[in-house]
């Protein structure tokens, strides 16, 4: 599978290549691989996201023939086999939030003033940005995490999960007011700034 120079090999090309061909599917592992890892070693330790990041390229391969380009692109669709995985590991996922949210913050470095303001700032707000990411339900953590550490659009997001764009904005909206009511939380200004 080529293209001419200068030409951007599309997924469309990359599907007709690899149904006539199912080595060519490496190119789909080539092109994706980066973003799916990124995306599942966000949520979860490196050490897991290297296999479940194998297995959402397994099942893609196993499942090839399935991919329907009329309903969305190869990204979005890898996404949602990566989500999927990753919602074995939700336990998991959730300990390690609440794990996040009991650690000390660790002391800061001397510095330029406002880099050492930034950074008191965000080690006090870790613990409490992992509790508030624990206690989001497992649909508003999926959207809201697929949007922040993935970048995909909301369009790419219900295609991903397979909801509608609606669910995915009300989702979204309820995973932001939660985060945000935590944050404006008066114990979190107390703690921010008496220490």
Do not use: C
């Given at each position: 599978?080529?293209?001419?120079?200068?030409?951007?090999?599309?997924?469309?090309?990359?599907v007709?290549?690899?149904?006539?061909?199912?080595?060519?599917?490496?190119?789909?592992?080539?092109?994706?691989?980066?973003?799916?890892?990124?995306?599942?070693?966000?949520?979860?330790?490196?050490?897991?996201?290297?296999?479940?990041?194998?297995?959402?390229?397994l099942?893609a391969?196993?499942?090839?023939?399935?991919?329907?380009?009329?309903?969305?692109?190869?990204?979005?669709?890898?996404?949602?086999?990566?989500?999927?995985?990753?919602?074995?590991?939700?336990?998991?996922?959730?300990?390690?939030?609440?794990?996040?949210?009991?650690?000390?913050?660790?002391?800061?470095?001397?510095?330029?003033?406002?880099?050492?303001?930034?950074s008191?700032?965000?080690?006090?707000?870790?613990?409490?940005?992992?509790?508030?990411?624990?206690?989001?339900?497992?649909?508003?953590?999926?959207?809201?995490?697929?949007?922040?550490?993935?970048?995909?659009?909301?369009?790419?997001?219900?295609?991903?999960?397979?909801?509608?764009?609606?669910?995915?904005?009300?989702?979204?909206?309820?995973?932001?007011?939660?985060?945000?009511?935590?944050?404006?939380?008066?114990?979190?200004?107390?703690?921010?700034?008496?220490?």
């Amino acid at each position: 599978m080529t293209a001419d120079v200068g030409e951007q090999v599309t997924d469309a090309d990359l599907v007709a290549g690899y149904r006539q061909n199912p080595e060519l599917f490496t190119a789909v592992h080539d092109r994706y691989f980066r973003d799916i890892y990124r995306y599942v070693a966000s949520r979860l330790d490196t050490q897991v996201a290297e296999d479940i990041t194998a297995e959402t390229f397994l099942l893609a391969f196993n499942r090839r023939d399935r991919f329907n380009p009329e309903k969305g692109g190869l990204r979005p669709w890898l996404f949602g086999f990566a989500t999927n995985l990753v919602a074995r590991h939700r336990r998991k996922e959730a300990r390690h939030y609440k794990a996040l949210a009991r650690l000390d913050p660790a002391p800061v470095v001397e510095g330029h003033e406002n880099r050492v303001v930034t950074s008191v700032t965000a080690q006090r707000m870790q613990p409490h940005l992992a509790m508030a990411l624990a206690s989001l339900n497992g649909g508003e953590r999926d959207v809201l995490l697929l949007l922040a550490l993935s970048q995909l659009s909301y369009d790419e997001i219900a295609q991903a999960l397979g909801i509608s764009i609606g669910t995915v904005s009300s989702r979204l909206s309820r995973a932001r007011a939660k985060i945000q009511a935590l944050i404006d939380s008066p114990l979190i200004d107390k703690e921010t700034t008496h220490e």
